[in-house]
Structures are given as structure tokens and as C-alpha cells.
């Protein structure tokens, strides 16, 4: 491999124009602005129309980063769409997302990580890079969840948001770019967060949306517990592979899940929090979008400069968990 590297050359991010408070939320659920601002740190969230949909954002996002990194889109050599809320079952979002870009030359496809999407497809990325594959690559995250929330279910329906963001990863040379990448998974606790519902398992019935079987369920104690530690865990193993110590991070952006399971790892790294960016305030929980968003927002406000040891560390569905190093 020698010196080459992945490295991110243009960052770029898309949000729906309606924003849901967690004052709204009150009149139409049993919740409280306090209840939820306490639990997760959310106080105001992105909330996609009936008419809009996934590659909407997704494309919106891509021709962002796709004009900071200077490069055409038929220099794009492939597109990995990360996301759970594809436009539709077959074929990929990331077809639809190509044809909108006129990136004819890549090769496109999705891929289903839940939270960890982005690390996970970043992940593949960088390998396409490192063999010689491929130049350019489109890494998105973009989710609508809301398309699947039940607005009965607070436990769900106050953490979960719409968004999207994209980067563009190149060859270039180390010792920037992609330092290192750490992917887990226990599909043991897959029904910690899962939609029973529209597989194969429980294909769409007069039955199953009767049960509302095609929403969102997740055990929220459990996966706060599971998460705060396998966090902690996986972003120690991939700071080490680096070659690294937590003082050397100079900015954790991390998965806006919930700003209790942020704070309580930043605090087992012993970050200091001014090296930490949240937005979860803001945004909410965009799933496999959280950690482009946020990089995209830190990037355009300059609060990543060349050199920077950059963490990126998610926790989601599957159960999966996942961190990278990037040097910017």
C-alpha cells in the first residue's frame, strides 16, 4: 500500500426545513419538554414531509461535498449509501442517487449498519482506496426516520430524526486521511432495535400493520448500558491501532444518540469537552447521518484545521459498533 491514504476531501450536509420542538411534541404525546431535554438532550429535531424522501437529502448533501472537494461527479468511481430508510426495497438508494449526480462511472449500492452505517461504509471505502481500486468515493448517511416512528411511542418517537450527509473520501497520501477503523457486531441483541415488520420474515400484511409491527421498537435501558461501555471499548481499540493516546484527539465527533451516552464516554476517554461536538440539541438522532452531519456543521465552521486527529466513534442497530481515526 506505501503511502497512499483515504483521505476526505469535501464534506457536505442536508436537512429537512420543518423543525418539531419538544414543545410540539407535548400537545401531541404524554412527554415534557424537560422529560426529554433530561433523558437525551434533544430539544428540537429535523422532520422530513409526506412528499420528501431519503435520496432527496442524500443528493443534496453529495453535490455539497462533491463541489468542496472540487472534483466532477464523473470522477466518482462508486457510491456507498449507508441508511435503514432506503427509498424503497429494490433497487438501492444509491442507484437513484447516482442517476441525480450524472456520476455514470460509479458503481452504487447501499448498505444497512443502523447507527454505524457511515464508520462501517467509510470503512469499505478506505480498503477501495488502499488496494488501487478506485480514486473517488461518495460515502453518504442518510436516514428518514420519521417514515417509521409511531408518535404513540415516546420512548422512540422524541430521540429519532431526518437527515443527511456525505463526504467525498480520495487517494492522497499519508500521513493524511484514514488512520484506522475498528467494526463490531452481536447479533445477539438484534431485538434491541429492529421494525419486525417488511421483511421476510412478516411481509407487509392487513396483519401486521394492524400490530403496527412497522415501526421502530427498541429497549432503550438496555442499549443505553450496552452502548455507553462497547463506545468506550471500540473508540480505546481504535485510538490504539492508530498508534495514539485519547490526548491526542484533537476532536471526538461521535453519533448523536443521546447526550448522557456522549458525555459518559467522552468522560472515560478523559476528552475535555471543549473536544467533543454535539449537536444533538439541534438535530436529534439521524442514525447513519449523525456523524457527517456533524462533521460537515465542524468542518464549515472551522473547527477542524489540517492536521487534526479527528474521532468518529457509533453505536446502532444490529447490535453493531464502530470508530474510525481520521487525520484531517
Known amino acids: 500500500m506505501g503511502n497512499i491514504s483515504a483521505i476526505i476531501l469535501g464534506t457536505g450536509s442536508s436537512l429537512p426545513e420543518r423543525i418539531v420542538t419538544n414543545f410540539d411534541l407535548e400537545k401531541m404525546m404524554d412527554t415534557t419538554d424537560e422529560w426529554i431535554t433530561t433523558r437525551t438532550g434533544i430539544r428540537e429535531r429535523h422532520v422530513a414531509s409526506e412528499s420528501e424522501f431519503m435520496s432527496l ?50 458503481a452504487a449500492f447501499d448498505l444497512a449498519a443502523g447507527c454505524s452505517g457511515f464508520i462501517y461504509a467509510l470503512a469499505v471505502a478506505n ?26 411511542d415516546r420512548a422512540t418517537s422524541v430521540i429519532f430524526a431526518d437527515g443527511a450527509g456525505a463526504v467525498i473520501v480520495s487517494r492522497g497520501e499519508r500521513p493524511r486521511g484514514i488512520l484506522a477503523t475498528s467494526l463490531h457486531t452481536d447479533g445477539s441483541m438484534l431485538d434491541f432495535i429492529q421494525i419486525p415488520a417488511g421483511g421476510t420474515i412478516h411481509p407487509a ?23 455507553v461501555r462497547s463506545l468506550e471499548d471500540v473508540a480505546k481499540e481504535v485510538i490504539e491501532k ?62 477542524v484545521k489540517e492536521g487534526d486527529n479527528l474521532l468518529f466513534a457509533a453505536f446502532g442497530a444490529g447490535l453493531t459498533w464502530a470508530a474510525a481515526i481520521v487525520k484531517w
Open 205 to 227: 400484511s392487513e396483519r401486521t400493520v394492524e400490530q403496527r409491527m412497522h415501526y421502530i421498537k427498541m429497549k432503550g435501558n438496555e442499549t443505553f448500558k450496552i452502548a
Open 57 to 106: 437529502f442524500a443528493t443534496d448533501a453529495s453535490k455539497k461535498a462533491i463541489e468542496m472537494a472540487a472534483i466532477d461527479p464523473e470522477q466518482i468511481d462508486m457510491i456507498i449509501c449507508a441508511t435503514v430508510t432506503p427509498d424503497m426495497p429494490i433497487p438501492s438508494t444509491a442507484c437513484t442517487i447516482q442517476v441525480n449526480l450524472k456520476a455514470k462511472k460509479a
Open 242 to 303: 492508530a498508534g495514539f493516546k485519547p490526548g491526542d484527539i484533537d476532536l471526538f465527533i461521535p453519533h448523536q444518540a443521546n447526550k448522557r451516552i456522549i458525555d459518559a464516554v467522552a468522560s472515560r476517554l478523559s476528552l475535555d469537552s471543549k473536544k467533543v461536538y454535539i449537536n444533538i440539541e439541534r438535530i436529534g438522532n439521524t442514525s447513519a447521518a449523525s456523524i457527517p452531519i456533524a462533521l460537515d456543521e465542524a468542518v464549515r465552521n472551522h473547527l
Open 127 to 152: 480498503q477501495f482506496i488502499l488496494t488501487g481500486c478506485y480514486e473517488n468515493i461518495l460515502v453518504i448517511g442518510a436516514e428518514l426516520l420519521t417514515k417509521y416512528l409511531d408518535w404513540t
